[in-house]
């Protein structure tokens, strides 16, 4: 379970990178040449929401597990509180920021109402919100990003010993991240290759 899940976020790491590099002027291209409609938007707004709602999901599960970890050998009395308390940080933590950042401009748009659009300390907040949103979702896509590679890595560290006896004198962040990424490029080729094939009888 925990090796498999380290598959899955060293994939969607991978995959965000490679689309990012390999994908990018298409999909600029297709989006200039393509204008959507409001129901296309909110279609793909939503896929993207239960994209990252599932890989956070994966995200939480991991850590839950990497915490009840490192208290297996302790007894229960210890293990239940600490890996209680990690669940529900885990969960406050990612879903509610993500519904914060979500709201975020919602928020700055409700101040630039209430300033009725006069210069003002309302107004001026209001819109350093709005104008802020893409970018913090930016940010976090790419913080996102190395931390699924990040947490995949240090799953495989921690659980194969041959690659911890390896990589000992490497910084662990280092071999942590270079890991999870040759973890993901493994699974997105696979990944990849599977489709082409099945492409060639599935038409």
Excluded: C, W
Aim: hydrophobic letters at 50%.
């Amino acid at each position: 379970m925990l090796m498999l899940g380290g598959v899955y976020l060293a994939y969607e790491g991978a995959e965000k990178i490679y689309e990012y590099f390999f994908h990018k002027e298409e999909k600029q291209r297709l989006t200039s040449m393509e204008p959507k409609s409001q129901e296309q938007i909110l279609t793909d707004e939503k896929e993207k929401i239960k994209s990252a709602i599932f890989t956070d999901f994966i995200l939480s599960v991991e850590i839950i597990i990497i915490a009840l970890s490192t208290v297996a050998d302790k007894p229960l009395s210890i293990q239940i509180p600490v890996v209680t308390f990690i669940a529900i940080l885990a969960t406050v933590g990612v879903y509610g920021i993500v519904a914060l950042i979500v709201r975020m401009d919602d928020f700055g748009y409700k101040l630039i109402a209430m300033g009725n659009g006069a210069k003002g300390a309302l107004t001026t907040i209001g819109k350093m919100l709005v104008a802020a949103l893409p970018k913090v979702i930016k940010s976090l896509t790419v913080i996102g990003t190395l931390a699924m590679l990040l947490v995949a890595g240090e799953i495989y560290l921690h659980n194969v010993d041959e690659l911890h006896k390896r990589l000992h004198d490497i910084p662990e962040m280092i071999s942590a991240l270079g890991l999870g990424l040759i973890v993901g490029i493994i699974a997105l080729l696979f990944v990849q290759g599977f489709s082409k094939i099945k492409s060639l009888f599935v038409k």
